[in-house]
């Protein structure tokens, strides 16, 4: 069988980057959408896409609020999280029209968090028959889209988050 190869060209940009060691849930709202993978930012809430993600429209939801604690979210800003999260996941079934989704927590390092000092819940796309065994198995990632293109695509999608 010949030797087959899948690209991802931009992750290593990003494997490259100087680390700054700031809070990229904290400093992207703040920065330019684009670059910075938001897809939505309100009072409560941001929405990104991953730059290492598992599957085409791997999203994360983030607090605004600086925390790796649940218990320390206000009932207000847990409950605008919430509906931000319930909307994104409507949001993706709609434009994606997947057989199912992963929405999930990892609370800490050892649960499997890769960025642990903020909460943030990541939102997966699913297909019946998809690639998702690759970054288990492989530590590759097939995903269709650019995320420069994703992004073009999901922005307007997204845009009534805002606020």
């Not at 060691?21 to 897809?39: R, S």
């Not at 409507?90 to 649960?111: I, K, Y």
Request: hydrophobic share 50%; glycine share 8%.
């Amino acid at each position: 069988m010949a030797h087959r190869a899948l690209w991802a060209p931009w992750r290593m940009a990003y494997i490259g980057a100087p680390k700054s060691g700031a809070c990229i849930f904290c400093d992207a709202p703040a920065a330019d959408p684009q670059a910075a993978l938001v897809l939505a930012a309100s009072a409560h809430a941001v929405v990104m896409l991953n730059r290492y993600p598992y599957a085409n429209g791997h999203l994360m939801v983030a607090p605004r609020a600086h925390t790796a604690d649940l218990g320390a979210l206000e009932a207000t800003a847990y409950a605008a999280l919430s509906e931000t999260l319930r909307r994104a996941v409507g949001l993706l079934q709609s434009t994606f029209r997947p057989d199912g989704m992963n929405v999930g927590l990892n609370l800490g390092a050892a649960a499997g968090a890769g960025f642990a000092q903020h909460l943030h819940w990541h939102l997966v796309p699913r297909w019946n028959g998809d690639t998702n065994f690759m970054p288990v198995i492989a530590e590759v990632s097939c995903l269709p889209e650019h995320l420069d293109a994703l992004w073009a695509r999901l922005r307007p999608v997204f845009a009534p988050l805002d606020g």
